[in-house]
């Protein structure tokens, strides 16, 4: 009798141990197959994602349906203002952002001199909060002697050294670190271009251009550029070749007309070596000097000269932005008037304009427009090429 009672009690023991067992191995094996399938969909996703990324990388043509549907959504004013780069104006900025389309702002040493540095973001942020379309800020931050945020109140750690004296330090690894802690500094406060490097080649240490380049030959400066475009891609800054056909060791345009009387097949085996270097490390734009360069155009600034910028495109293959230099400058101001020069600039082949008369410009841009001086599939082209830039540093998300 209790025999028969023990193994009757050890036989539901046995049940309830087994059907335990069981539970708890099924929940264990829910638990990790539910783990599993989390982590094999969180995978996917991100597989997914990357596959995203990596399409809209190699394949272009995304980009080039949204760039297109954007500019014929876009009026005629709405298409010539994306081509000006404007200087902040003294008043109503934030009316010329609207009134104007401007495709963006460069800032100078009285935009900076005066403002703290949450009051500099403020100012910027408030700029695109207006604008149709984001803004193209850029400031000329070489280094050394060119660099307006060093110039400012306590906007930098410290101010920016000139490329030159790096290189010396520190050569190309230098030059890269200097990139990344600068394009820091230039994304916090909303820039997107520094207008850098200067490609010239000069030798001479009283040239004008001389100290801010490397001071270096051809082959040295194409390294140095080639490095610098490739950082200033990784940092998602502009990067702005400057200043086709090449400055050489002639004098400052700043401040009167200059005559550059090298051949052209010198500009070829020297100034050209570092443009074509930061042409295929993948330049976003290249700014063109007011230099006359009798080889090319002996009639006309480079800046306003459509044989220099045929040669841009078609003998070293740039599809870039190509910008002016500022149109105030003696070499081109006291050549034509600051209302034609627009026109003229854009007739020539360029695709920004860096002006301070753009209220002036732009009308006449359009005059010329309607008037058939100025083709609207030139404009269209020009636009496109802005609004790529624009894309690809991220702006038109």
Do not use: C
Not at 159 to 187: C, H, N, T, W
Not at 220 to 229: D, G, N, Q, R
């Amino acid at each position: 009798m209790i025999t028969s009672a023990v193994a009757i009690l050890l036989l539901i023991f046995g049940i309830s141990f087994g059907v335990m067992w069981l539970v708890n191995k099924n929940d264990g094996t829910q638990s990790k197959n539910t783990a599993e399938t989390k982590s094999a969909q969180t995978n996917e996703r991100e597989q997914s994602k990357a596959t995203q990324q990596s399409d809209q990388h190699v394949n272009p043509k995304n980009q080039e349906k949204t760039i297109n549907d954007l500019i014929a959504s876009m009026s005629v004013e709405e298409k010539v203002g994306q081509l000006f780069l404007a200087r902040v104006p003294m008043e109503e900025q934030q009316e010329s952002i609207q009134n104007y389309h401007l495709g963006g702002y460069l800032l100078f040493g009285r935009d900076v001199e005066a403002v703290t540095s949450t009051e500099l973001k403020e100012k910027i942020a408030a700029y695109q909060s207006v604008s149709t379309l984001p803004l193209f800020i850029a400031s000329d931050e070489e280094g050394g002697t060119v660099s307006r945020l060093s110039g400012g109140n306590n906007l930098v750690p410290e101010a920016f050294k000139a490329p030159m004296e790096i290189y010396q330090e520190a050569g190309l690894p230098g030059i890269r670190s200097d990139i990344q802690k600068k394009s820091e500094v230039l994304r916090s406060y909303g820039v997107q271009g520094g207008l850098f490097p200067d490609a010239d080649v000069a030798t001479d240490p009283e040239a004008f251009i001389y100290d801010r380049t490397l001071g270096v030959d051809a082959e040295k400066t194409s390294e140095y550029i080639k490095a610098s475009v490739e950082e200033l891609k990784q940092q998602k800054i502009a990067s702005t070749l400057k200043h086709f056909p090449g400055y050489g060791d002639n004098r400052d345009s700043h401040v009167e007309i200059v005559y550059d009387t090298r051949s052209l097949e010198a500009l070829r085996q020297n100034d050209f070596l570092p443009i074509k270097a930061g042409i295929a490390a993948g330049a976003d734009s290249i700014m063109v000097s007011h230099n006359i360069i009798t080889s090319i155009d002996d009639r006309s600034p480079a800046s306003i000269s459509q044989p220099v910028h045929e040669l841009l495109r078609n003998e070293l293959g740039f599809q870039g932005v190509i910008m002016t230099d500022d149109m105030d400058m003696a070499g081109l101001a006291d050549f034509i008037s600051q209302e034609e020069a627009g026109l003229a600039a854009l007739m020539a082949g360029n695709d920004l304009i860096l002006s301070s008369s753009f209220q002036a410009q732009i009308p006449y841009v359009l005059q010329g427009i309607k008037q058939g001086t100025y083709s609207e599939p030139a404009l269209n082209q020009s636009v496109y090429r802005v609004l790529k830039m624009k894309s690809d540093l991220g702006l038109l998300t």
